[in-house]
């Protein structure tokens, strides 16, 4: 029976002896879980925002009455940078992770890869940044138009035509535009007093918001003009009521107003009485002036009318409002009786006696009001 005998060479012997090859060794490299959940990441982000962005375009698509025609073309070119720059991510990502599971390339350059897409010029939080105070402004002409204002500018309406067609009322109008909303402090006052106008808004008042953005004019600050019968009475409203929000007024009726060969008489008296105002405080003393010449109201003691730089009127066609802010929005009207008693009462500390000379040497006497005599001081030291 023959025998089997096995002999144990080196390995290199063997190989030789048997004359096999042997393949060279591939090392795989496994990039770590955090670089995957990095990745993952990423594309989480670009998701989120197309579906912002086409939140975004849906919206701004219901408002095309009040937007650029190149606003919607704009959105669609910002969305698809937003999906090239997804689709270059993932391709660069699996070229780049071959290339290090090779080892041709270090692990590194996968982090570098990632990092360029998550906060360079390739993120998708910088591809996908839309204005969001064009969204801002869409909404606030949305809560502008739901409480009953009317909307100019990329539409086919005309503001000269609008004004025109409510020449027989009172018309507010606010002027915007997105470089004025950006003035914090005039564009919150200027919003709170059209809500409040609106709110307060009578069947003869037309109230609009006009987009200085649609036809090119850079406008700085909004502003509210206010007109009457067709005719501008402020042009900044509210810079006009902080002006006048310490003052009082008497307010002259239209009949009865003598504008033509005035001759004041010489005794006048300033108005100087409390409000008519059912709320007002009676012991508060006021001092009055004409809303629409700024002048201080004077009573001719010998004519009972008043007088302004507009001209006089009877005292029993005036009407009141103080500057309490328990006094509300209107004017109130005094019992003629009453005024004409306080009128007749009324103090005149504020007139003096002086000499006047005249050119020929002779003296002559009359009573001035004290504000005049002191014009008269101030015109002799110059």
């Not at 810079?239 to 003598?258: H, I, N, P, S, W």
């Amino acid at each position: 029976m023959s025998k089997v005998v096995y002999t144990l060479l080196p390995m290199p012997l063997l190989n030789m002896f048997l004359r096999t090859e042997t393949m060279d060794t591939v090392i795989y490299v496994q990039p770590s879980q955090d670089l995957l959940e990095y990745f993952v990441k990423i594309l989480d982000e670009f998701d989120l925002r197309r579906r912002k962005w086409n939140d975004y375009e849906a919206f701004v698509a219901t408002h095309d009455w009040c937007i650029p025609e190149e606003l919607m073309g704009s959105i669609a070119g910002q969305k698809q940078k937003l999906e090239d720059a997804k689709s270059a991510l993932q391709s660069k990502y699996a070229r780049v992770l071959v290339n290090v599971r090779k080892g041709h390339s270090q692990l590194e350059t996968l982090r570098v890869l990632l990092s360029q897409f998550a906060r360079g010029p390739s993120s998708p939080g910088e591809i996908a940044k839309f204005d969001e105070a064009q969204q801002a402004k869409l909404h606030f002409i949305d809560k502008m138009v739901e409480s009953g204002a009317t909307y100019i500018g990329y539409n086919d309406l005309n503001l000269d035509s609008e004004i025109s067609r409510n020449k027989n009322g009172e018309v507010y109008v606010l002027f915007f535009s997105s470089l004025a909303r950006g003035d914090q402090l005039s564009w919150a006052s200027n919003q709170a007093l059209l809500l409040d106008l609106l709110q307060k808004a009578q069947p003869n008042c037309f109230i609009a918001i006009f987009d200085c953005d649609a036809v090119g004019t850079k406008l700085e600050r909004a502003h509210i003009r206010h007109f009457e019968n067709g005719k501008e009475v402020a042009a900044d409203l509210v810079e006009e009521r902080q002006f006048l929000a310490d003052k009082c007024f008497a307010r002259y009726g239209q009949v009865g107003l003598e504008t033509e060969d005035i001759l004041k008489p010489v005794r006048r008296r300033f108005v100087k009485i409390a409000c008519p105002g059912h709320n007002c405080d009676q012991s508060e003393i006021c001092e009055w002036l004409c809303p629409h010449c700024m002048a201080p109201i004077e009573f001719g003691y010998s004519d009972q009318f008043f007088y302004c730089d507009c001209g006089r009127n009877s005292f029993k066609n005036y009407d009141f409002k103080c500057k309490g802010s328990n006094h509300g929005l209107g004017y109130e009207k005094y019992d003629s009786t009453l005024l004409n008693s306080l009128l007749q009462s009324l103090d005149q500390s504020n007139y003096q006696n002086i000499l006047i000379l005249g050119e020929t040497g002779c003296v002559s006497r009359c009573r001035v009001p004290f504000i005049s005599l002191c014009a008269l001081r101030n015109i002799s030291r110059r």
